[in-house]
């Protein structure tokens, strides 16, 4: 999770860099917005929009890709939101849920990735250094999530070998089915502080705004 200079300086001087792994985040942010009523991508945030947001911060986390799920408001949103150096993925299926986005953003993600990484695109309070921690602390689990000071959370990291089931997902709330059924498999990375604010409607956006 280095820039690509680092990384190849790194190569000349060290063996080991060759086992870092190729690290892809791959931002979720195809939802229709229909419990908000607006398209949430395109809200206000940080002088850009929460999408923008939500892209900085895969970007700043040092990872070797950033993908991008978009469905509601496709045109809009690539419109509106800066999208250079991004691989973007779009999902017909937007309304059947992130587990269509999930399956429909996997061709997209470069075959030599060793660890993808589930960005929400509307929960702003997750940072960089989350995500670094989170892909640090997972030990070589094939899956590995936040744990807050009160509970599990966003984002989460999957190894290759998840990968395929990944492609499989379908249904609600699929991925946290998934994690599930792995039950003691799953490695909890701790991180600081409650799970952050996802935006689902406009007093979550109020109180984001206000930094509650």
Known sequence: MRSSAARAAATRTSPAAVAEPFVTVLVLAAGG????????????????????HAIGVARASGA??????????VDRVRAEVALDGVDVAVNP?????????????????????????????????????????????RGGAALAVCRYADGRGHPFAFGRESFAGLRALHGDKAVWKLLERAGDAVAEVAVPGPVPRDVGTPEDYAAVLAGS
């Open 64 to 73: 070797d890709q950033v993908v991008v799920a978009l469905g509601g408001a």
């Open 33 to 52: 917005s229909r419990r908000f009523g607006a398209p949430k991508q395109l809200l206000p945030y940080g002088g850009a929009t929460l999408l923008d």
């Open 93 to 137: 299926r937007f309304g059947e849920g992130c587990s269509s986005s999930i399956a429909a953003a996997m061709d997209a993600v470069n075959p030599r990735c060793d660890v993808l990484v589930l960005l929400l695109g509307d929960q702003p309070g997750v940072t960089p250094q989350t995500v670094r921690s989170l892909v640090a602390g």
